[in-house]
């Protein structure tokens, strides 16, 4: 039965003493725990570039903001997708994980739920997912059912490349193309160059939490650009955030932005700086603390382009 589940108890890397293990019923938790919902910086940073290109949408259409409800779709969107994601990486991933210190207690591995209950939970949250695409334009909607190729090769690219940060790099920035074609039922060179900063952001910061597990994905022989970069990993960061900066400014001067955006970007800048100066790549708790911080890197970006927005609708 789908209800049927036992709880072993939360993942190891979860966050201690969350709702999802305190507050939602016994059999409901593994199937929180399969979309990661006691961990939110996933669907942050899936969120974040559909909210940067809401905004860079705003500054170009000389809106004072950007559309409410969209910026409401998205955060919904995110939520559900980054859960259907995860269960379909968890359903890819059983026999990896399974080996893995860090991810052997997720909930397939262990026990708490069986595939076909997975398989299930991940229909239920794309169609959640499908509804909230279907209230955007046509373009949108196309658009948005194209990030399905991403989203489906990228648990297997970890097996055959050393850069499947890439690859989810191009699934998760994809909502840098989702914001502007929300607002204009087109693309142009402003969200391309959102996205393409998008993906080398996305590479970064998945590079630091990548090295939280590069002990064990060396023995089971899974490949990431943690165990690429090496010793080189702060060098790589540097000029990852580097052209990630390089190319919102782009995006921002094609968009016709105003100051505001630029000092949002500046700022940013600044806090990718100090992931780079802080990272110790043998530190995992460090890394963990280092990744979680981009979505504070998100607000100083999002916030800039608000700013802008209003400030060039005045």
Known sequence: MFFSTKDTGPVADAVKQHWVDTRLPVWARPYARLARWERPIGWWLL??????????????????????????????????????????????????????????????????????????????????????????????????????????????????????????????????????????????????????????????????YAHQDKEDDALVGVRSTALLFGDWTRLAMIGLYALTTVLFALAAAIADAGPAAFIGIGAGALHLAWQAIRLDID????????????TTYGWIVFAGFVADAFIGWL
């Not at 974040?48 to 949408?57: D, F, I, M, N, V």
């Not at 595939?115 to 949250?125: E, G, H, P």
């Not at 530190?283 to 981009?294: G, I, T, V, W, Y």
Request: glycine share 8%; with cysteine; aromatic share 14%.
């Open 47 to 208: 969120l974040w570039p559909c909210w940067w290109s809401a905004g860079l949408a705003a500054i170009a259409a000389g809106n004072p903001y950007p559309d409410p409800y969209h910026l409401v779709l998205f955060f919904v969107g995110a939520v559900a997708m980054r859960g259907a994601g995860c269960t379909y990486n968890d359903l890819v991933d059983v026999d990896i994980d399974a080996q893995v210190e860090r991810t052997r207690s997720r909930p397939i591995p262990a026990g708490q739920v069986t595939k076909t209950q997975a398989r299930i939970f991940l229909v239920l949250q794309a169609l959640v997912g499908l509804v909230v695409l279907l209230q955007f334009n046509a373009f949108s909607i196309f658009l948005g059912l194209a990030a399905l190729i991403p989203v489906a090769v990228y648990p297997f690219m970890k097996r055959v490349t050393d850069w499947p940060q890439l690859f989810l790099g191009l699934a998760f920035s994809w909502g840098a193309l989702m914001g502007w074609s929300a607002e204009f039922e087109s693309l142009g060179w402003a969200p391309v160059l959102l996205y393409i900063g998008g993906v080398c952001w996305t590479i970064g910061y998945d590079t630091i």
């Open 283 to 294: 530190d995992p708790m460090e890394c963990l603390k280092l990744f979680r911080s981009n």
